[in-house]
């Protein structure tokens, strides 16, 4: 647990528990702890912070959607709006996981993490401007290009860029909104498949390997955390040594048996095992 006194030690702004990761239950806690681990970063490297917003367009010509158009796209859920972001917030050297299958030849497939190398903006932006309270640029359309480093490295080699570099570029999405009453239009969205990892929600956790985790496991408002989420979010770590608990959790989840109709199914092959060993021994299965 972070609160013990066991890890007074520790000092998360050093190395290696500075590149630690959450992993969490919530969503809204996943999206907070990348926003401010960006920021901590940009703020240590004095690498610039940019907002990007997907480019909405409507129709063969691609123009730009109206504002009633603007207005339902703006209530939608990502994963209803082509399943990558409204805006997304990037720097070079931040951490990020791709959310598509974009670059398979190169294994660059949905949840492949590593680190922004290189952001070429688009030819179309116009003057940038740092908003001077925040710090974050706002751009108008998302990057041209984003250079992209795999953990895992890359099986081939871009011409013009260093070994081990992917070029990735915006995904183009479809989805449709309805707005003024029942009218329906097609939106195409461009964007890039990408989000910040310094923390994951636990069913994105899935599969991922880290080498030093913090992990929430404390219960939520709307959905109790079970024993099966717990076991993935504590199986993701390298070892006991390289894992902390971020908070108090209900100890129930390790106690209490996950399925009430497993245990009772559980109870019922005992019983037929043993049943039918008695029936073997007495000899009721020889048929000689």
Sequence with gaps: MLNENEDDQLDFDEEP???AVLVTPRNSVRAAWNKAALRKHCERTGHTLYDAPAEDTVGNESKPCDLWQQEAVSKLREKFAG???HRLELAVGMKAMVTFNTATEADLANGSRGTVEGITLDPREPSLARNEKTGVVK???PPAMILFKPLQGSVSKFPGFPEGFVP???CDKSFTVKHQGNQKTSIKRRQHAMVAAYAFTDHKAQGQTLE???IDIAPTKK???D????????SRGRGRSKIRILRNFNEMIFTKHPSEYLRLEDQHLICVAEETKEKFDAGYYNFA
């Design 139 to 141: 751009l108008k359309y």
């Design 17 to 19: 528990w500075s590149d």
């Design 168 to 170: 990735t570029f915006p």
């Design 212 to 214: 030093y985790a913090i």
């Design 223 to 225: 959905f109790p955390v």
């Design 227 to 234: 024993s099966f989420s717990a076991y993935v979010a504590l």
């Design 83 to 85: 399943g990558v972001p």
